[in-house]
């Protein structure tokens, strides 16, 4: 396992500021919402991405949510997500949230997705059209302390192990998508 140092050199996006992308359940584009109402009132269906990055001895990068989070603030999970915004391809969107989150950028592709609803105790619900994407990467980062407040490469059989044990300590859509994102890049 391997820890980082936080760099706060880097800037985000707001929450107020975005306004994000509604989908319906064959991901065709149907409107547009302030990312925070999108997550109100039971959520509204919204593109979304997660990314996996994956060294070259085959370990995950994975991140902890900074406290500071809208939602599941503290709990591990894959190396970056996000929305694209209005206007924004989901290509410019992945990478642009990479670099905006860990201070890097590497080649993705999109391996599946998928729906997913998970409501919070804060009352937000994330009901995402959920792209997925996985990548290798081995030089350095610099992640962003306004979205990650920890983060470690991990083999996959030790993350395997810490998921049955501590399931807790994880979001949603990692627990939901882990072994499917494993599944694809044994098949590749």
């Known amino acids: 396992m391997t820890r980082g140092i936080l760099n706060l050199s880097h800037n985000s996006f707001t929450m107020e500021t975005e306004t994000i992308i509604l989908v319906d359940k064959g991901d065709k584009e149907i409107g547009?919402?302030?990312?925070?109402?999108?997550?109100?009132?039971?959520?509204?269906?919204?593109?979304?991405?997660?990314?996996?990055?994956?060294?070259?001895?085959?370990?995950?990068?994975?991140?902890?949510?900074?406290?500071?989070?809208?939602?599941?603030?503290?709990?591990w999970t894959n190396t970056c997500c996000s929305h694209p915004n209005k206007g924004e391809t989901l290509d410019a969107a992945v990478h642009r949230k990479l670099e905006q989150e860990f201070g890097f950028d590497c080649p993705l592709n999109e391996v599946f997705s998928f729906i997913y609803k998970a409501g919070f105790d804060n009352g937000l619900t994330e009901y995402e059209f959920d792209h997925v994407f996985v990548g290798r990467y081995d030089g350095k980062t610099a992640p962003n302390p306004e979205e990650i407040g920890d983060w470690k490469f991990v083999s996959v059989d030790e993350l395997r192990k810490d998921l049955e044990k501590h399931p807790e300590k994880y979001t949603p859509w990692f627990k939901e998508s882990f072994e499917r994102v494993v599944k694809a890049i044994e098949d590749r």
Do not use: W
């Open 32 to 75: 547009y919402e302030e990312k925070m109402k999108a997550h109100e009132n039971g959520g509204k269906l919204h593109r979304a991405f997660s990314i996996f990055v994956f060294d070259s001895k085959g370990r995950m990068l994975l991140q902890k949510r900074a406290e500071g989070k809208y939602h599941c603030s503290g709990l």
